[in-house]
Every structure is written in C-alpha cells, then in structure tokens.
C-alpha cells in the first residue's frame, strides 16, 4: 500500500493537500515525522521536524526545522487548505537516540528525545489529539500516511513494518473534544 511513491518529505519541509495523496518522511532518526488528517474535509499534511525548538534571537528560515515554529504552520497550512482545527487529528514517529555519547547519559545531545517531547508539548498546545505515536529506542524509522485511506504506517530496518493507527473512524476522538470544550 503505502511504497516509496508519493511526495516525500524532506528535512524541514511542510506539506500539506486537500487532494488524496501518499505522504513519506524518509530516514527518521532523531527527526520526528508529524501526520495530520482533518477527519471531515480530508485535508491532510506531514511535516518532519529536525530539532525542538528555534534559536533565540536567530532567523528561522525554514519553519517545519524546528518544533515549536513548524507544528503551528503546519496547522496554519492546513487551515488554509480548508482543514476545520477541532477535526484535526494527529500521529507521529521517530525521535530516536541514534548517536552515542560517551557519558552514556541522556541530556541535551539526546535530541531524538528532546525532538519528541517538544512535538508531544507543540501538539498538546495547538490542542490536537494524538491518535498514535512510535518515538524513543535506537531505531531509525519511516513513517507513511496515505490521505485517502487515513492509514499511518512506521517502518524500521529491524522491526519491519507496521500499521500506526488510521484517521478513518476517528471522529469519536474529534467529538470528545468538542463535548470537553
């Protein structure tokens, strides 16, 4: 179902469609791909995030680099395409720790980690609900998400490939949201 075709996205790149379409974030290591889907208009986007947050006091020239300047962008996109905010829902993977460090200790250089508490943190402000999310471990990954379908997948080298979640049937998700609100 979900292969190489479609659009890939690239490191820091945003990409969002009102069409069906194939979304693929390569070669996540400590990136983390971010699927959105609006459950009733069926505009969708992905967006792969290299580090947590921008630099204080520097230009930030491409806005889904970082995680605090391309989730709400990203939604911003989609909102522009037609997306209805309270319909949005949202999976993620990657942020791995692929890169060892001598002290062997997590911290600031663990930015697989710090990149996945930052989209969780992002995600929880913009108020979107997170339907699925496969981060942390060693393990590169890919994740794939087709529109039409509303299907999320994760693939690792070791692991293979599995089924995240999928969009369809995820309005129970959107309509708790608006009975809470």
């Known amino acids: ?15 969002v469609a009102s069409d069906p379409v194939v979304y693929n974030c390569l070669g996540l290591g400590s990136c983390v791909g971010v699927c959105a889907q609006d459950t009733k208009t069926g505009v969708s986007g992905m967006i792969h995030v290299m580090l947590p947050a921008a630099f204080e006091n520097g230009p930030v020239e491409k806005l889904g680099k970082f995680a605090d300047t391309g989730l709400p962008e990203l939604i911003r996109q989609m909102e522009e395409a037609g997306a209805i905010r309270r319909s949005i829902v949202v ?9 060892q460090f001598s002290s062997g200790r997590p911290g600031l250089q663990d930015v697989g980690a710090r990149n996945s508490v930052a989209v969780a943190a992002e995600i ?27 299907e999320v997948r994760v693939r690792t080298v070791r692991h293979g490939e599995k089924t995240l ?12 949201r608006h009975d809470n609100a």
């Open 1 to 15: 179902m979900l292969v190489a075709n479609g659009i890939s996205v690239s490191k820091a790149e945003i990409v």
């Open 124 to 150: 929880e402000s913009l108020g979107l609900p997170v339907i699925a999310s496969d981060v942390g471990g060693t393990n590169g990954r890919s994740i794939f998400m087709c529109s039409e379908s509303g």
């Open 165 to 176: 979640c999928n969009f369809r049937g995820q309005e129970a998700h959107v309509k708790a």
């Open 91 to 99: 999976a993620y993977s990657g942020g791995a720790s692929v890169f």
